[in-house]
């Protein structure tokens, strides 16, 4: 899968992931969210599976930038 392609994606699942756990993020820090977890997320499915259609990507995409903001919270909370 491109690398851009990938990108995008993570973005958008970001920034939809951070709306869903109503995080207050600005835009940029949740597109760095869905990145890392479109990054995350595309590793493991690769890892799962050898061929990932790209609803797929998304999905995992969107459960594993669901789980960083989770983890950002978390080490909000203990500061």
Do not use: E, H
Not at 3 to 15: I, K, N, R, T
Not at 28 to 53: H, K
């Amino acid at each position: 899968m491109p690398v851009v392609l990938l990108v995008v994606m993570g973005a958008l699942a970001g920034v939809l992931a951070t709306r869903l756990m109503r995080m207050n993020t600005d835009l940029p820090t949740a597109m760095i969210i869905g990145v890392l977890g479109a990054v995350v997320g595309g590793l493991g499915f690769r890892f799962l599976l050898t061929s990932a259609s790209w609803v797929g990507v998304f999905v995992l995409a969107l459960l594993g930038s669901l789980v960083l903001p989770w983890l950002w919270k978390q080490y909000q909370g203990r500061r």
